[in-house]
C-alpha cells in the first residue's frame, strides 16, 4: 500500500538550495569498492534531496549499512542527469532516485552500460501534481493545451507520464520548459509559465507558498503506480562488486520494510537531507517504496519511452536488473 496521508494546510514552506554534486576521486580504476572506515567497504552514491531516497538515509541512519559492513557516502546532487558524467568515469559508484529515463536513454545510445540496483519509488495518489496559481484562467486539464507548463528536464519521466494522461483524456499537449523543482514556484509566480509540473517535497511547497491550485493529480491514469526512479550502477562496477552489492540491497531493503511498516520514519527522515520542516513533512503526499525491483513493472515504463520516441527501440528492463 502506498505511504501516502492526506494534506492539510502547512504555513512554512521549503525553500530549496541548488545542490551540485561533490566530485571525488575514483578509487582505482577496476572499479571495485575501497575500503572506508573501520575497513568496511566504501560505496559512492550520488543522490537528489527528493523523498525518493528517503530508504537510503533511513537504512544510513539506523547503521543499517554498517551493520552490512559498509561506508556509504552520499553526495547530494539537484537533477540526476548531473551524475551521468562522474558514474560513467567511475567517480562515483551508483545514482539513488535516478531517473529511469534519463539513464535508459544513455544506455540505448551506449553512454553508460547501466545496470539497475534496486527500485527508488514508483507513482502514488498526490505525490506529483500540475500546479496553476491561485487566480489562473487554466480551469481546466483542456486549458492547458499550448500553455507552458514546467518539467524538471524536458523529455523525460514527468512529460512522458503526463503526455499519456492527456492522451487518455483527449486533451493537446502543452509546451514544456525545462526549471529546476527549486525554481519552479518562483517561475510560476512571476508568470514565466503558466503551470509547473512539482514533486514532493515541492508540489506542497509550492501549494503552500503561492496557494497554487492542483490541476491535475499527475499519478492518475493510466500511469498509476508507474516506476519513476531507481539505484542506478553500471555493469563494471556491478561485475566487480557482487558481494557489496548484495550487502547493499540487503540493507536498503531492512530500509525499505521499515517505511512500508510505519510512514513517520519517512516523515521523520525527510527533514533531516532535504530543506522539508517538520510541519510540512507530517502533510506530504508518500509514493510506494517497492521492495524490490519488478521487470514487469518496469516494462510499462519503457514501452511508453518506446511508444512515445524516446527510446529508439525496444529495450528489456529484465536484462538490467541485478540479481
Do not use: W
Amino acid at each position: 500500500m502506498p505511504l501516502r496521508q492526506s494534506r492539510s494546510g502547512t504555513r512554512t514552506a521549503a525553500a530549496a538550495a541548488t545542490l551540485m554534486l561533490v566530485a571525488v576521486t575514483a578509487c582505482g580504476d577496476d572499479g571495485d569498492s575501497s575500503s572506508g572506515a573501520d575497513g568496511r567497504e566504501t560505496v559512492r552514491v550520488a543522490a537528489l534531496p527528493l523523498i525518493d531516497c528517503a530508504a537510503l538515509y533511513i537504512a544510513q541512519d539506523r547503521g543499517l549499512f554498517e551493520k552490512e559492513g559498509l561506508d556509504v557516502r552520499i553526495q547530494q546532487i539537484q537533477q540526476s542527469l548531473q551524475a551521468l558524467p562522474a558514474l560513467a568515469k567511475g567517480q562515483i559508484d551508483m545514482v539513488a532516485s535516478a531517473n529511469y529515463v534519463t539513464y535508459l536513454q544513455a544506455h540505448e545510445k551506449g553512454t553508460l552500460d547501466i545496470r539497475i540496483v534496486a527500485e527508488a519509488i514508483r507513482a502514488a495518489p498526490r505525490m506529483m501534481d500540475v500546479l496553476v496559481s491561485e487566480d489562473s484562467d487554466i480551469k481546466s486539464i483542456a486549458d492547458l493545451a499550448g500553455k507552458k507548463l514546467a518539467v524538471n528536464v524536458l523529455n523525460n519521466v514527468q512529460s512522458l507520464t503526463f503526455n499519456e494522461i492527456l492522451e487518455r483524456q483527449g486533451v493537446d499537449r502543452p509546451v514544456y520548459r525545462a526549471i529546476p523543482f527549486p525554481q519552479m514556484g518562483a517561475a510560476l509566480d512571476k508568470g514565466q509559465v503558466d503551470a509547473v509540473h512539482a514533486v514532493e517535497p515541492y508540489d506542497n511547497a509550492i501549494q503552500d507558498d503561492l496557494k497554487a491550485r492542483v490541476l491535475i493529480d499527475g499519478s492518475s491514469p493510466p500511469v498509476e503506480s508507474i516506476p519513476l526512479s531507481g539505484y542506478v550502477s553500471t555493469s563494471k562496477y556491478v561485475d566487480g562488486n557482487g558481494k557489496t552489492l548484495a550487502a547493499f540491497r540487503r540493507a536498503l531493503k531492512a530500509a525499505v520494510e521499515i517505511a512500508e511498516k510505519d510512514a513517520s520514519a519517512v516523515r521523520g527522515m525527510l527533514p533531516t537531507y532535504t530543506k522539508v520542516t517538520e510541519e510540512q513533512a507530517e502533510s506530504i503526499d508518500l509514493p510506494v517504496f517497492p521492495p524490490t525491483v519488478d521487470a514487469a513493472q518496469l516494462t510499462r515504463l519503457t514501452d511508453l519511452m518506446k511508444k512515445q520516441g524516446m527510446l529508439k527501440k525496444p529495450i528489456d528492463p529484465a536484462t538490467l536488473i541485478v540479481k
